[in-house]
């Protein structure tokens, strides 16, 4: 058992209240009033669900400038580049054959016709003496059957000397629609063979070509929006006008109508957005957010009447003078202008 001394029994007394009068009260944390200005409550607002996909631009269709005949290209006349339009001549073909092939012809109509002149002057003669009553009926028979013979020739002759002429004649490069070139990289005195593609132009109108992977093929159809940026001062939008209906690789491919798109680069990538269907988001105007070091924040106005800085996490919405909170923020809450917004 442990023994107080009366000297330490009145320390102890006197120590007690001095301990129990160390600790102040705490006091209560000073709330922050709630700025003026105009006020919003958080509804969840119907909006698109964009997706991005791969896109290119590109034509409707694109046609090729064919080889008709082999031989050598003796001149192209266009670039990659120009502009051509249907029916214009761009480059030749000289088959180095046809031309000895059309003046052996040319001789055998000449020979055909040469004898024709022969069998008409036979034909003159026995038509006298049968009519004198020389020649049989046989002999006349015979000399009609031979002057037509040279003349059935000379057209034989004459039309295989047309159809040379019509293979040369093929020669000529034709382009088949008018459009940009796109490629045309066989060289001037290169040989070529019938079907090879001298050149490659596009035709119709200018679209944007996406690609898209397949599970979105149920969510994409004619009449989706699409939207792009990249390509001018302003963000483009169009519509989905064509899904083709064939998977390769995984992937589908769909054509959008899109006006403000120029065809002077084919094949240009470009960051597209296609909508999938409707979601529910958190929208605000851009007056609500504050951006400062990198940070959005917004002003909630608490029950109490107080308000507080919330850091927020934002994306781009449809309309430029809104955003989309993503995180930070929750339906119901009041939130605050900023100032000076």
Not at 16 to 41: D, I
Not at 43 to 57: K, L
């Amino acid at each position: 058992m442990i023994r107080f001394q009366p000297g330490m029994a009145a320390l102890l007394l006197a120590t007690f209240p001095l301990a129990a009068c160390g600790r102040a009260p705490e006091k209560p944390v000073a709330k922050v009033a709630a700025p003026a200005g105009p006020r919003l409550k958080i509804v969840a607002v119907e909006t698109g669900n964009w997706q991005p996909v791969s896109a290119e631009i590109a034509t409707v269709d694109q046609a090729q400038a064919i080889a008709r005949i082999p031989g050598l290209l003796t001149t192209l006349n266009i670039r990659a580049g120009d502009v051509v339009r249907k029916g214009q001549a761009i480059g030749r073909i000289v088959d180095s054959q046809l031309a000895p092939q059309s003046a052996a012809l040319g001789a055998q109509a000449a020979a055909a016709q040469a004898q024709a002149v022969q069998a008409r002057a036979d034909l003159s003669r026995v038509q006298f003496l049968y009519d004198n009553g020389v020649y049989a009926k046989a002999r006349l028979d015979a000399a009609q059957a031979a002057s037509t013979a040279a003349n059935a020739q000379i057209r034989a002759a004459r039309a295989q000397q047309s159809a040379v002429g019509a293979v040369a004649a093929q020669g000529m490069v034709i382009a088949p629609a008018s459009g940009r070139v796109l490629r045309a990289d066989i060289p001037a005195g290169s040989a070529v063979a019938p079907g090879m593609a001298i050149a490659t132009i596009t035709a119709g109108d200018t679209i944007l070509r996406l690609t898209l992977p397949e599970s979105l093929a149920i969510a994409v159809h004619a009449g989706s929006r699409v939207r792009t940026s990249g390509l001018g001062a302003d963000r483009l939008t169009g519509l989905v006008i064509r899904v083709y209906p064939s998977v390769e690789a995984g992937q589908i491919t769909a054509d959008v109508a899109m006006r403000g798109i120029s065809n002077s680069l084919i094949r240009r990538r470009v960051a597209a957005e296609v909508e999938t269907g409707m979601r529910g988001a958190l929208i605000v105007p851009q007056a609500y957010v504050t951006r400062a070091y990198g940070i959005d924040t917004v002003t909630v106005l608490a029950a109490d009447g107080s308000a507080a800085s919330v850091p927020v996490q934002t994306a781009p919405s449809g309309d430029p003078s809104k955003v989309e909170i993503l995180s930070g923020v929750t339906l119901g809450d009041t939130l605050i202008a900023a100032t000076g917004k």
